[in-house]
């Protein structure tokens, strides 16, 4: 796994984490689709921060990194509620897998409490690199 944070003073503008399996996915299908396809996790650039090229760097860096690691390609899921989002991924060259949706799950961990699961209804979308 690797990751990239931009930052602008102390606040993290924007983090990128790509991992290499798809075993967070709770879809068999995909699973097997993107066994060894490293898979950008946890894209986010807070509202502030957005239409700054942050995000467009982070991805690119992500890329290069899958690329000097022998990789063909490379996906994310993109919440199917985040249509900005989207449209930035495929201005990039990301395409629909064509398979239909899928849920991402993660745990958080806030400060007051108990890890709490989350789960995101997220079309994947792929990139030959």
């Known amino acids: 796994m690797a990751g990239w ?3 602008h003073g102390w606040t993290a503008a924007r983090s990128a984490r790509c991992s290499w399996s798809a075993r967070r996915l709770r879809s068999p299908r995909s699973a097997g689709i993107f066994r ?9 650039v807070p509202g502030p921060f ?4 942050i995000g467009t760097a982070l991805i690119g860096a992500a890329e290069g990194t899958a690329r000097q690691l022998g ?3 490379i996906a994310l899921g993109v919440g199917i509620d985040n249509p900005k989002a989207r449209r930035l991924y495929e201005r990039l060259g990301y395409a629909d897998w064509g398979h239909g949706t899928v849920v991402g799950s993660w745990v958080e961990y806030p400060d007051d409490g108990p890890p709490v699961t989350l789960s995101e209804v997220c079309d994947m979308l792929v990139k030959r690199l």
């Open 5 to 7: 944070c931009w930052w």
């Open 36 to 44: 060894g396809c490293p898979r950008l996790d946890h894209l986010e």
């Open 50 to 53: 957005q239409g700054r090229g």
């Open 71 to 73: 990789h063909e390609r």
